[in-house]
């Protein structure tokens, strides 16, 4: 076999082993309903901790709004528990509007549409788990 023959072989082999790896994950689709209008743009995040939950988020994202809902997809997203929260900035200032008391006054959300008695959904409620298929949260308001 010829040097140039086997580098081939070998350049394919790393080639299909990039590609298995790639798709260790499946894909988080999040879908938001019934948002209160179409002005502005929802940040949604990602959390893989209770620790973590409803502050720094694994993986976040804003999406825009189109029939007061929105879609994200959170990809390749390997085994584990996860939760989502939502915000709704309608003003597009990049953080959550709360009252004198701190209760929002945007819409907001967690997955499984959980909520908080007296302050924020607890993870317990929120979490769900990611294995072999893919993931779809529908967030309702």
């Known amino acids: 076999m010829s040097t140039l023959t086997k580098i081939f072989i ?16 499946q ?3 999040v879908k938001i309903e019934n948002l209160s209008s179409n002005t502005g743009k929802v940040f949604v995040a990602l959390y893989n901790s209770e620790d973590s939950f409803l502050g720094k988020g694994l993986k976040a994202t804003f999406s825009t709004i189109e029939n007061e809902s929105c879609e994200v997809v959170f990809k390749n997203i390997p085994k584990g ?4 929260s939502f915000y709704h900035d ?8 709360t009252n004198f008391l701190g209760i929002p006054k945007e819409d907001y959300g ?12 607890k993870w317990e409620d929120a979490k769900f788990e990611v294995s072999t298929k893919p993931i ?3 967030i309702t308001l």
């Open 10 to 25: 070998v350049f394919l082999l790393s080639i299909s082993g990039l590609s298995a790896q790639d798709a260790t994950g």
């Open 27 to 29: 894909d988080i689709i």
């Open 81 to 84: 528990v996860y939760a989502i």
């Open 90 to 97: 309608e003003n597009e200032n990049n953080k959550m509007d």
């Open 110 to 121: 967690c997955s499984n549409n959980a909520k908080g008695f007296m302050g924020p959904p």
């Open 136 to 138: 779809t949260q529908t």
